[in-house]
């Protein structure tokens, strides 16, 4: 086999310098072990360049947020390194300012070898403040960032850059101006052209209900303007997935099951952009270059960066489990080069020594670096080697894998939603408004870009118009502007009975509503009174009054009649939901037996009988997971 040999170049720096007790960020933990052995890496660094593997080695780019501890953890990379990878470890601003990289410490990263970078932790935060001062704009303070970098001793030239932490959730819903201040302060970052790290802030692994989450992330996806500028400015886009041991370690799984899990989890935002419209097609092309699922390493936390305070030898498994994921992810994806990241964050949440703390978090890096650097040999289970000879296999009591992360690989669509009740109304007597929305997983939902909305009945004397005056047409087209989520029309019909009004979506999606037409109301009626013979009574004679006629009982008033007023379709998880509504006048009665249906093309997927429950909703969920498409469903009393 050809061998490849990089020789690599030590920078000129410093050994690091013994240190006391931490009180906040520290280069190391464990500043004297550190020292010796960053020495004895740079030494062999500088005098024996490390030889390759074989050519057909997984190459890897290995990003590592640390919030303390970074020259430990670069230097216990080093010594176990995978020859076909690239480590970028971030170093944290400083605690008093975090406008001011640290000085002295991305030269002790570049010495132990050319494969390893410093990343200059630009905060986000920190930065916010300086403009709000009046300081200056956000593209300003990222210009400034970049010199500072430089002048605290960080060289893109050597392969440094830097890593601004974090886009926030505000940046992911789009609030006020988030994605711009985002987009800017990345612009002056990259101002000559050196791309660097975004990490962009996440959700919990275990969270229940994922459905508000991924529409709004789907509807950030479709902000093309954001993703294709974004695109000139980043280079690894990092999502912070921090996951939580007690959705991996689950009893009787096997190592490849436990991939799964958290392979959906680790690349939900890829996998959601490639299940993605074409609309999607600018965030797919940055995605599916820089995307890294991000890991946990961090130990031991209760909460923040997920559960992970159990046993030291569970959280070894962990970090074994998600290379092996990260591995996979990418070879799944047909990325050239393997892309995964890893926060590193330590703390002594479970009372040991500082000996034992210190030993048992040196034991997770080293088992870390060993899991990168063992899963780069080819495979036909790409990352498995990560948990050899025995790994991914330690229990919690109380795991349990969460099934809801396989939705993001199928799109949640939009569909159109009466949200105004049926109407009642006479004939010819113009009705309304009544309201449809947009929807994704019974969500109300902004439209990114205009969508069209057409109208029609199943009345032929059906019209539609946007005023209560008209002009009225038996068909109507509206348009829902970018950023409304709805629309609202007036309904007229010159025939009584109860017409189906249908609302289609861009042609696709549709929502159906019954309203009540009942006929025009009695004219008054008028007898014709006359003289004389026949008429009244002659002149001088008094009148006779008529025989009293007893007032007859008012009928009673018909029971409203029960009638489908909407069926509507989503997908959750991959399972087509089908949601009935059954009325009866202004009433939604229970125990209303209804039949569905639903085909996709000319087969039938399902025909079945429901039971409305209160609300006189009836709900039909496939047991399978359907392939996305066109499905149609349809519903009737019984």
Same mark, same amino acid.
């Given at each position: 086999?050809?061998?490849?040999l990089?020789?690599?170049?030590?920078?000129?720096?410093?050994?690091?310098?013994?240190?006391?007790?931490?009180?906040g960020p520290v280069p190391?933990?464990?500043?004297?072990a550190?020292?010796?052995?960053w020495?004895?890496?740079?030494a062999?660094?500088?005098?024996?360049?490390r030889?390759?593997?074989?050519?057909?080695?997984?190459s890897?780019?290995a990003?590592?947020?640390?919030?303390?501890?970074?020259?430990?953890?670069?230097?216990?990379l080093?010594?176990?390194?995978?020859?076909?990878?690239?480590?970028?470890? =971030?170093?944290?601003?400083?605690?008093a300012?975090?406008?001011?990289? @640290?000085?002295?410490?991305?030269?002790q990263?570049?010495?132990?070898?050319?494969?390893?970078?410093?990343?200059d932790?630009?905060?986000?935060?920190?930065? =916010?403040?300086?403009?709000s001062?009046?300081?200056?704009?956000?593209?300003?303070?990222?210009?400034?960032?970049?010199?500072?970098?430089?002048a605290?001793?960080?060289?893109?030239?050597?392969?440094?850059?830097?890593?601004?932490?974090e886009?926030?959730?505000a940046?992911?819903?789009?609030?006020?101006?988030?994605?711009?201040?985002?987009?800017?302060f990345l612009h002056?970052l990259?101002?000559?052209? *050196?791309?660097?790290?975004?990490?962009?802030?996440?959700?919990?692994q275990?969270?229940?209900?994922?459905?508000?989450?991924?529409?709004?992330?789907?509807d950030?996806?479709q902000?093309?303007?954001?993703?294709?500028?974004?695109?000139?400015?980043?280079?690894d886009?990092?999502?912070e997935?921090?996951?939580?041991i007690r959705?991996?370690?689950?009893?009787?799984s096997?190592?490849?099951?436990?991939?799964?899990?958290?392979?959906?989890?680790?690349?939900?935002?890829?996998?959601?952009?490639n299940?993605?419209?074409?609309?999607?097609?600018?965030?797919r092309?940055?995605?599916?270059?820089?995307?890294v699922?991000?890991?946990n390493?961090?130990?031991?936390?209760?909460?923040?960066?997920?559960?992970?305070a159990?046993? *030291?030898?569970?959280?070894?498994?962990?970090?074994?489990?998600?290379?092996?994921?990260?591995?996979?992810?990418?070879?799944?994806t047909?990325?050239?080069?393997?892309?995964?990241?890893?926060?590193?964050?330590? =703390?002594?949440?479970?009372?040991?020594?500082?000996?034992d703390?210190?030993t048992q978090?040196?034991?997770?890096?080293v088992r870390?670096?060993t899991?990168?650097?063992?899963?780069d040999?080819p495979?036909?289970? +790409?990352?498995a080697?990560?948990?050899?000879?025995?790994?991914?296999?330690?229990? *919690?009591?109380?795991?349990?894998?969460v099934?809801?992360?396989?939705?993001?690989?199928?799109?949640?669509?939009?569909?159109?939603?009466?949200?105004?009740?049926?109407?009642?109304?006479?004939?010819?007597?113009?009705?309304?408004?009544?309201?449809?929305q947009?929807?994704?997983?019974?969500?109300?939902d902004?439209?990114?870009?205009p969508?069209?909305?057409t109208?029609?009945?199943?009345s032929?004397?059906?019209t539609?118009?946007?005023?209560?005056?008209?002009?009225?047409?038996?068909?109507?087209?509206?348009?829902?502007p970018?950023g409304?989520?709805s629309?609202?029309?007036f309904?007229?019909?010159?025939?009584?009975?109860?017409?189906?009004?249908?609302?289609?979506?861009d042609?696709g999606?549709?929502?159906?509503?019954t309203e009540?037409v009942?006929?025009?109301?009695?004219?008054?009626?008028?007898?014709?009174?006359?003289?004389?013979?026949?008429?009244?009574?002659?002149?001088?004679?008094?009148?006779?009054? +008529?025989?009293?006629?007893?007032?007859?009982?008012?009928?009673p008033?018909?029971? +409203?009649?029960?009638?489908?007023?909407?069926v509507?379709?989503r997908?959750?998880?991959?399972?087509?939901?089908v949601?009935?509504r *059954?009325?009866s006048?202004?009433?939604?009665?229970?125990?209303v +037996?209804? @039949?569905? @249906?639903?085909?996709?093309?000319?087969?039938t997927?399902?025909?079945?009988?429901?039971?409305?429950?209160?609300?006189?909703?009836a709900?039909?969920? =496939?047991?399978k997971?359907l392939?996305?498409?066109v499905?149609?469903?349809t519903?009737?009393?019984?």
């Open positions: 086999m050809k061998k490849l990089v020789v690599i170049a030590a920078a000129c720096a410093a050994a690091p310098a013994a240190l006391a007790a931490p009180s190391s933990l464990t500043p004297a550190t020292q010796r052995l020495r004895a890496e740079v062999r660094a500088k005098q024996h360049p030889a390759l593997a074989d050519a057909t080695c997984r890897a780019r990003v590592f947020y640390a919030q303390t501890d970074w020259l430990r953890l670069a230097t216990r080093a010594q176990t390194p995978s020859g076909c990878a690239q480590y970028y470890i =971030s170093v944290p601003p400083l605690v300012d975090k406008t001011q990289p @640290r000085s002295g410490q991305a030269a990263i570049r010495a132990l070898g050319a494969s390893f970078h410093a990343l932790e630009v905060s986000y935060t920190g930065w =916010s403040g300086w403009v001062a009046g300081n200056g704009t956000w593209y300003d303070a990222g210009v400034l960032a970049r010199q500072r970098m430089a605290a001793g960080f060289s893109t030239s050597a392969g440094d850059t830097w890593a601004m932490n886009l926030s959730s940046v992911r819903t789009g609030t006020g101006a988030a994605r711009r201040n985002a987009l800017d002056g990259a101002g000559d052209g *050196v791309r660097g790290v975004a990490f962009t802030a996440g959700i919990g275990p969270t229940p209900d994922l459905s508000t989450y991924q529409v709004n992330l789907q950030w996806l902000d093309s303007a954001f993703w294709t500028e974004a695109a000139g400015y980043v280079a886009w990092a999502q997935s921090y996951g939580d959705n991996y370690a689950v009893a009787g096997s190592p490849e099951q436990r991939r799964a899990a958290l392979v959906q989890y680790l690349g939900h935002q890829e996998a959601l952009a299940a993605g419209p074409a609309g999607v097609a600018a965030a092309s940055l995605l599916q270059q820089a995307y699922p991000f890991g390493a961090a130990w031991a936390w209760a909460s923040a960066y997920g559960w992970t159990a046993p *030291v030898e569970s959280m070894e498994d962990f970090v074994s489990g998600q290379v092996y994921a990260a591995r996979s992810f990418a070879a799944a047909g990325a050239a080069v393997d892309r995964l990241g890893f926060a590193w964050a330590p =703390s002594n949440t479970q009372g040991l020594s500082t000996t703390f210190n978090t040196d034991a997770i890096l870390l670096a899991a990168i650097h063992d899963s040999v495979s036909p289970d +790409p990352g080697a990560a948990c050899a000879p025995s790994w991914c296999a330690t229990t *919690v009591d109380g795991s349990a894998f099934t809801g992360w396989q939705s993001f690989s199928t799109w949640l669509p939009t569909v159109p939603v009466f949200t105004s009740a049926p109407i009642s109304t006479t004939a010819a007597t113009p009705a309304g408004p009544l309201s449809v947009l929807q994704t997983a019974s969500h109300p902004a439209a990114m870009t969508r069209t909305l109208l029609s009945s199943s032929a004397t059906g539609f118009s946007t005023g209560q005056n008209g002009p009225w047409s038996g068909t109507l087209t509206l348009t829902i970018q409304s989520s629309t609202s029309f309904y007229n019909d010159a025939t009584a009975g109860t017409p189906t009004v249908t609302a289609t979506l042609g999606a549709s929502a159906t509503q009540t009942s006929g025009p109301a009695a004219s008054p009626g008028s007898g014709a009174g006359g003289g004389g013979a026949g008429g009244a009574p002659a002149a001088g004679t008094p009148a006779t009054p +008529p025989a009293a006629t007893p007032a007859a009982s008012p009928a008033a018909p029971k +409203p009649k029960r009638h489908v007023v909407a509507t379709k997908f959750v998880a991959g399972h087509l939901v949601t009935v *059954v009325a006048g202004s009433t939604r009665p229970a125990g +037996p209804v @039949r569905i @249906r639903v085909r996709r093309g000319s087969s997927v399902a025909r079945v009988t429901r039971v409305t429950a209160k609300g006189g909703i709900t039909w969920r =496939s047991v997971q392939r996305p498409g499905y149609v469903a519903a009737a009393l019984r």
